[in-house]
C-alpha cells in the first residue's frame, strides 16, 4: 500500500506529524481546576449562547419556508 492509500483510509504515518514535540501525557493534559462559582459562571454563558443560536435557527427556519412558499413575491 502506498502513502496516498493509507492517506486516504485514514492512516497516518509517523513521520508525517513532523511539528509534535514529544513530551509526556501529564503536560498534554494539564486539568485547569476552577471554583463553583466559575463553573456556573460559564454554564450561564454556555446557556444564553445556546438560546441565542436556537432564536437564530428558529428565524432561519421561518425564512426558509417564506422563501419555500413563495410568499415573497418580487
Known amino acids: 500500500m502506498n ?12 513521520e508525517w506529524a513532523t511539528d509534535v514535540e514529544d513530551q509526556p501525557i501529564s503536560v498534554a ?3 485547569e481546576r476552577k471554583d463553583l462559582q466559575t463553573l456556573l ?7 444564553d449562547r445556546i438560546q441565542e443560536i436556537q432564536a437564530k435557527q428558529w428565524h432561519l427556519a421561518k425564512l426558509i419556508h417564506f422563501n419555500q412558499n ?3 413575491r418580487e
Open 3 to 14: 502513502e496516498k492509500d493509507l492517506f486516504e483510509k485514514g492512516c497516518f504515518l509517523p
Open 29 to 31: 493534559y494539564n486539568h
Open 41 to 47: 459562571s460559564e454554564l450561564d454563558n454556555i446557556k
Open 70 to 72: 413563495e410568499l415573497a
